[in-house]
């Protein structure tokens, strides 16, 4: 049974209405982790991707740290608190910003960005692995295994010197970050609030003549007026050939009428919380029936799948319902068409479990469980003329998927 969301939508905290308690947010994702640890037989966990950092710390990764593994980075150890090792000086500030971490806790890193410093890599390297060995022996987990979510060789030779046994982290904590509380669920309604606001926005907006970058910043400025809006990875415009295939992208191309438009608010991030939400719109004119017919077919292997989604239910049970990437586009391979009948989990990052795809669900399915938050977005067209998506976030209940976002969607959007 689809549900429709419902939600308080307040951005701010108050005193006279129950809206997400960000303590009982940072509490569950620290156990998260240390239980997804623990399963895992790990001793600690070495996180240094953001949206791991961020899940155990409740700290921000600033968007000019951002891929850039091993500028700052964070440390769990059985039986210990997190340990943050922050770039630079800024330690100082998170001491004064974030009180649920001991003071002693916050350190400074130990970088070789990415290679960017040549020979003193090795340097760097070396002081990045003794500081982290120093941890491991304090709470007496320097024998056991060490996920690591980033590894290079740099630090698989110096891992190999101090004698770290190191391991897969990233899956234990891909793991911790599928099953959302509450709190993280309600983040994810207001993120989805946001974005159908931002399409209205653009609807009201876009006008032919104007070019597919002017959209993509129209949409940036909504979004960053927005408080909690911390970053927006991308405002995805592909207006005529360029939506079919769809690459994805903008350009300075002028929109002319009876353009199709398709626009996805890419991982726009409200407390660190992403979306993904594609529209259709046909500017200037009445979409053709052909178009109309093709927007029928993406919206219908969108809602078949949706159908499928339940507690219990699989990956492979949701793929299946779509065509072969051959029966639809004549694709020799389902990795020719990645992505374009789709599903990806939604939480810290914007590629969460569940995954839904051809490529990957019908041998290797996953369980749908209440408390995951994904999307599932289809798309159809007609090589280098047009093409349309449609994208619906949802969170899991024990009653089903609840539909997130309410932009309409059920036809072409028109803009006259």
């Known amino acids: 049974m689809v549900q429709r969301t419902t939600s308080s939508f307040g951005l701010v905290g108050t005193d006279w209405q129950q809206r997400i308690n960000w303590d009982d947010v940072r ?19 070495l996180a240094m991707y953001d949206e791991n950092v961020r899940y155990i710390t409740s700290t921000i990764t600033p968007g000019w740290c951002k891929l850039k593994p091993g500028l ?3 440390l769990l150890c059985d039986g210990a608190e997190p340990v943050l090792f922050e770039q630079g000086d800024i330690g100082t500030q998170i001491n004064r910003h ?3 971490l001991p003071v002693e806790n916050v350190r400074y890193a130990y970088s070789w960005i990415k290679g960017a410093v040549g020979p003193a890599g090795k340097q760097q390297v070396t002081k990045f692995t003794n500081a982290i060995k120093e941890e491991l022996i304090k709470y007496g987990v320097q024998n056991a295994p060490i996920g690591v979510d980033f590894v290079d060789i740099n630090m698989i030779t110096a891992f190999q010197e101090a004698g770290l046994n190191w391991t897969d982290g990233a899956g234990p904590m891909v ?4 099953i959302k509380c509450e709190g993280e669920l309600e983040a994810m309604r207001i993120v989805a609030a946001i974005c159908d606001g931002c399409h209205d926005a653009i609807s009201k907006f876009m006008r032919p003549g104007m070019q597919e970058h002017q959209i993509t910043a129209f949409a940036m400025n909504y979004l960053y007026n927005i408080p909690g809006v911390e970053d927006v990875e991308d405002i995805i415009v592909s207006s005529g050939p360029n939506s079919w295939p769809n690459w994805r992208n903008f350009s300075d191309r002028i929109i002319q009428p009876g353009d ?3 626009i996805d608010m890419a991982a726009v991030t409200w407390n660190g919380y992403k979306s993904c939400q594609y529209r259709t719109y046909c500017v200037g004119k009445q979409p053709t029936a052909e178009q109309k017919e093709y927007y029928k077919i993406a919206y219908d292997w969108l809602y078949r799948a949706i159908d499928k989604v339940r507690p219990g239910a699989t990956t492979k049970e949701i793929a299946e319902v779509w065509p072969t990437a051959m029966e639809a586009w004549g694709y020799q391979e389902e990795d020719q ?3 374009n009948l789709w599903g990806h989990g939604l939480g810290l990052a914007q590629y969460d479990t569940p995954v839904v795809s051809r490529i990957y669900s019908i041998e290797h399915p996953v369980e749908i469980q209440a408390g995951m938050s994904f999307a599932l977005e289809t798309q159809h067209g007609k090589p280098l003329q047009w093409g349309v998506r449609v994208e619906e976030m949802m969170i ?5 998927p609840e539909i997130t976002t309410q932009f309409p969607i059920e036809e072409i959007t028109v803009i006259d």
């Not at 620290?30 to 399963?39: I, P, V, Y």
């Not at 899991?396 to 089903?400: A, E, N, P, R, S």
């Open 260 to 262: 199709l438009v398709i």
């Open 72 to 74: 700052r980075y964070a």
């Open 396 to 400: 899991i209940t024990d009653k089903g």
């Open 27 to 45: 509490k569950y994702r620290l156990e998260r982790a240390r239980q997804a640890m623990k399963e895992n037989g790990l001793g600690a966990i």
């Open 175 to 178: 793991s911790a970050r599928a």
């Open 98 to 100: 974030c009180p649920w």
């Open 337 to 339: 068409a990645a992505a």
